[in-house]
């Protein structure tokens, strides 16, 4: 009975980390009678040993772990039968980061999908707690106008598929490239709406591209709209249209190409080297401004291309410490900009024609 009772706890436990609120009006009884009947019960259990109190442990630590496995186990991908595929069918897939709108536990696991399965159902039960403030993810919207934009200027341009796929969230790029082959599309070209350098691996990972080209598939994939010139200037005109003269500003990014080139610009309008600060460390770049006596810090986000989780609940709170000395303002993610576009699209052109 102990056997049975930690391995329905082990199982119990992961659910109530990983379900949505509204099913513990389910679990939470349910866990509690198990607790009770054991309560019912103590005068007829034995006393436990050491050997007898491990061997329990181990049950409830395996059905923990399965009961994980089982949740957050990455789908398997299979390739859809191919009917007519030609090569003058062009399919463009708009790939993005994107975050679940509200909270599921499959797709919270893209916020920590490399952490051990032990783990999962505890960064899970975070995620969700996050969500229960946030209510619903704005992340999804911002990303969806881009692709709009960027879809109806090349549908202008000439008739192609057009999909859109996010990191995160449904749809993703195994469904996209799986509609793309249903629909007879030969030439595929995948527009990286992210910082990513290296989707292709990302993409390799989960999809059998070698497969795919040998069925006459072709594949193709743009630079990160990230390293564009258009994105680096999006940035700069955002800081150059509000009206405020900050005397301090924090571009929360590592320190790369792109980032430096904004660094240089906002100093060409008129800011010094040492008021702008490239570092994904929010506290220590604050320490440095204090030093300075800064009083009036805009951040911007540099890290996501549009506001979820990190740019409306993690950098604000880490922030929010500071407000009582500072008045801090954000530019919380990439937004929507024109420039975003024209960027997706020379990149999109600049791929097609290699």
């Excluded at 659910?15 to 019960?41: M, T, V």
């Excluded at 919270?108 to 619903?136: E, G, H, M, R, T």
Aim: with cysteine; aromatic share 16%.
């Amino acid at each position: 009975m102990l056997i049975l009772l930690s391995i329905f706890w082990g199982i119990m436990i992961c659910l109530i980390l990983c379900a949505p609120y509204n099913y513990y009006i389910i679990f939470i009884p349910i866990l509690l009678f198990s607790i009770i009947f054991l309560f019912i019960y103590r005068n007829k259990i034995k006393k436990i040993k050491l050997l007898d109190f491990m061997i329990l442990f181990i049950c409830f630590i395996f059905s923990y772990y399965t009961t994980s496995f089982i949740i957050f186990k990455p789908a398997k991908y299979k390739i859809p039968k191919t009917s007519i595929i030609s090569s003058s069918k062009e399919a463009v897939i708009f790939y993005c980061e994107g975050e679940m709108e509200k909270y599921t536990p499959y797709y919270s696991n893209y916020f920590f999908k490399n952490a051990p399965y032990i783990l999962k159902p505890i960064y899970s039960f975070q995620i969700k707690q996050k969500y229960k403030s946030l209510k619903v993810n704005p992340k999804i919207n911002e990303l969806t106008k881009v692709a709009e934009e960027v879809r109806s200027s090349l549908l202008n341009y000439k008739p192609y598929f057009f999909y859109i796929a996010f990191s995160g969230y449904y749809p993703d790029i195994n469904n996209t490239i799986n509609s793309a082959i249903l629909d007879g599309c030969g030439n595929i070209t995948i527009i990286n709406y992210t910082k990513n350098r290296t989707i292709e691996d990302i993409v390799k990972n989960q999809i059998d591209l070698e497969y795919l080209y040998k069925k006459g598939i072709k594949i193709k994939f743009t630079d990160p709209i990230y390293n564009s010139i258009l994105f680096s200037e999006s940035i700069s005109y955002k800081v150059k249209n509000i009206p405020i003269k900050y005397d301090g500003i924090i571009l929360v990014d590592e320190v790369t190409n792109t980032s430096k080139h904004i660094k240089a610009s906002l100093i060409c309008l008129g800011y010094s080297d040492d008021n702008i600060i490239i570092s994904v460390n929010v506290n220590s770049a604050m320490k440095k401004f204090k030093k300075l006596n800064s009083k009036n810090i805009l951040y911007i986000n540099l890290l996501d291309s549009g506001s979820g989780i990190r740019g409306e609940i993690d950098l604000p709170n880490q922030f929010k410490k500071y407000n009582n000395n500072m008045k801090i303002t954000g530019i919380k993610s990439w937004g929507y900009d024109i420039n975003l576009v024209k960027a997706c699209i020379y990149e999109f052109l600049s791929c097609s024609s290699k």
